[in-house]
């Protein structure tokens, strides 16, 4: 996009009346959870309210004066202030008065637990809290029990924390791991339904993929592939890295076996949590597992109960309440067409290839796109130096490119900066 054709989106932005006020008044932050429900509520929750966006982009911890611009979510979120405050309040009791009992100085960190669970439309019995999706995936990888002739069926696209762990379990216990390739953007979801259909031999008997990829940030019909994969008797491990708290996710509509998700990334949650949900019928097929306080039955056996900080559950909670406040929907909805307008601009950027959909059903709240001739890093790093955008480069695949994250705290005049630098950043290069 030119510099004219990126004021000209600029001025339509503006003139979008609900969705324009740039003023920079000072916009409150909520002390609680109560407070942000009437701070939203008086604001107007829409997706075209840019008003209500900036009082939501005041909740985060997030310094807005240093010219920096985040839009690698992807990577790792970053934290609101309730929810970051939950947890320095805790480990402050913690440690000033440590006799007092504990109830009396922190929320229990318990309360996370069905709050996810409510979330996820999952029994609480079928999660257990992790450190992040690659943990979780370790734990499938290593526990479940299979034949050693049983194949793994995965992808070209999954990111090294989500296929490692199966090279791992190849060395450990022989299992033949086989990688469908996935190249060119799809047209719809049952061609991709179709593809991985194809890929099915059988001795396959474990799919594990992602729900949303991490280079080429494709939306899969997973509902549809676990499915698919149920009727042939085979277990579904779905890598929800780039999902939960971006789009919604109904883990017992999708019909998966095994669901891992990074929280910090897109649910907000304290750097270093994520969960794993285990099917119920399922739970009988994992072996190990921590044993704290004798034999647990259910998925938090697969978690670490011993002596810990409160802290990270405690600000756990506090995320789902924050991401509940403004409601997935919306937040599904604002990431989508923000995504949208991204792409439409780099698409008219001489020479940029987008590897994203158009298709707000293949696509969510990310935008990969590459310029023939340049790496990963010719684009990243003068964003990142020259212009203070911090962006992802794309790896996996054999795909050369960034990658972009268009979250809650985004703005649209923030997404024309970041259309400005492409251009320019493209244009030197001619
Ligand atoms: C699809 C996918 N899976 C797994 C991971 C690994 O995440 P973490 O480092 O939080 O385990 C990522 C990280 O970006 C990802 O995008």
Redesign the pocket.
């Known amino acids: 996009m030119s510099r004219t054709a990126v004021s000209s989106e600029k001025s339509k932005l503006r003139k979008t009346g609900n969705g324009a006020d740039t003023s920079t008044d000072e916009i409150p932050v909520a002390q609680s959870i109560d407070e942000l429900n009437t701070l939203l509520r008086k604001t107007g929750p829409a997706v075209d309210n840019e008003r209500f966006w900036q009082t939501v982009r005041a909740q985060f911890a997030l310094r807005s004066d240093s010219g920096n611009l985040y839009t690698n979510n ?2 790792i979120g970053i934290q609101p202030h309730l929810v970051l405050q939950s947890q320095l309040d805790v480990i402050r009791r913690s440690e000033v008065d440590p006799w007092s009992p504990w109830p009396s100085y922190c929320p229990s960190p318990q309360e996370a637990r069905p709050k996810l669970a409510a979330l996820l439309n999952v029994d609480a019995s079928e999660i257990a809290f992790t450190r ?4 979780s995936m370790n734990i499938v990888a290593i526990g479940l029990v299979l034949d050693p002739k049983d194949e793994i069926l995965t992808t070209t696209h ?2 090294h ?2 296929w490692s762990c199966w090279q791992n379990r190849n060395e450990q216990f022989g299992n033949p791991i086989r990688k469908m390739d996935l190249y060119d953007p799809p047209q719809d979801e049952d061609e991709l339904v179709r593809l991985f259909e194809a890929a099915i031999r059988p001795e396959t008997k474990v799919l594990s993929f ?1 729900h949303v ?2 280079s080429t940030t494709w939306r899969y019909p997973v509902a549809k592939i676990c499915a698919m994969a149920r009727q042939r008797g085979i277990i579904t491990v779905v ?1 929800g ?2 999902s939960v708290g971006m789009i919604p996710v109904d883990i017992r509509e999708i019909g998966s076996d095994f669901y891992v998700s ?1 929280t ?2 897109w649910l907000f949650t304290p750097k270093g949590t ?1 969960f794993l949900h285990i099917r119920q019928d399922m739970q009988d097929r994992m072996r190990g597992g921590y044993f704290t306080h004798g034999a647990l039955h259910t998925a938090g056996r697969f978690e670490n109960h011993a002596s810990q900080s409160p802290a990270p559950l405690v600000g756990f909670a506090m995320a789902v309440d924050f991401h509940q406040a403004i409601g997935t929907t919306l937040i599904e909805e604002r990431g989508a067409t923000m995504a949208g307008y991204l792409k439409k601009g780099l698409a008219a950027i001489p020479g940029v290839k987008l590897w994203t959909p158009m298709a707000p059903n293949l696509s969510a709240a990310m935008v990969s796109f590459s310029i023939p001739g340049m790496s990963s890093g010719d684009i990243g790093t003068p964003l990142r130096q020259r212009y203070k955008i911090d962006s992802r480069g794309l790896h996996e695949g054999g795909y050369h490119g960034l990658r972009l994250s268009c979250a809650i705290h985004n703005s649209y005049e923030e997404m024309n900066k970041v259309l400005e630098a492409i251009t320019e950043i493209a244009d030197k290069r001619c």
């Open positions: 992807g990577t992040n999706s690659t943990e999954e990111h924390g989500g992602c990829t991490c890598d890295a780039q990074s910090h990334k994520g």
